[in-house]
Nanobody
C-alpha cells in the first residue's frame, strides 16, 4: 500500500502564495504520473496540474502562469507552488499518484485526504 499525505494548505490573502507538499510513503516500488486536483462543495474534482516521472507537466488553463508543479523522485514528494492566488482558487487540494507497490507489483491510483486552501481578505 501507498499512503499520500498533503500539507501546506491554509488561509492566504488574494495575491499571496502557498506551497503545497505531498509525501508518499509505504511499500513503494515506483511512482509514475502524479498530480494535484481540487474540489469545492457541490462540484466535481478537477485537475489543477500534473507531472510525469520524467518531468513533463500539464496545467489547467485557470492556473497557467501562476502555479508550478514539481516533484522529487528520491524523496517521493510532490509540490505545488501557488502564486498570485485568487478567491476562486479556494478549494480542498488533493494529491494523486499512479504507483506500483510491493509485494503485489500492481499499479493503482492513490489519493491523499486533502488540504484546504482558502483565499480571502
Amino acid at each position: 500500500q501507498v499512503q499520500l499525505v498533503e500539507s501546506g494548505g491554509g488561509l492566504v490573502q488574494p495575491g499571496g502564495s502557498l506551497r503545497l507538499s505531498c509525501t508518499a510513503s509505504g511499500s513503494i516500488f515506483i511512482i509514475y504520473d502524479t498530480g494535484w486536483y481540487r474540489q469545492t462543495p457541490g462540484t466535481q474534482r478537477e485537475l489543477v496540474a500534473a507531472i510525469t516521472r520524467g518531468g513533463s507537466t500539464n496545467y489547467a488553463d485557470s492556473v497557467k502562469g501562476r502555479f508550478t508543479i514539481s516533484r522529487d523522485n528520491v524523496k517521493n514528494t510532490l509540490y505545488l507552488q501557488m502564486n498570485s492566488l485568487r478567491p476562486e482558487d479556494t478549494a480542498v487540494y488533493y494529491c494523486n499518484a499512479e504507483a506500483v507497490a510491493t509485494p503485489s507489483y500492481s499499479g493503482m491510483d492513490y489519493w491523499g485526504k486533502g488540504t484546504p486552501v482558502t483565499v480571502s481578505s
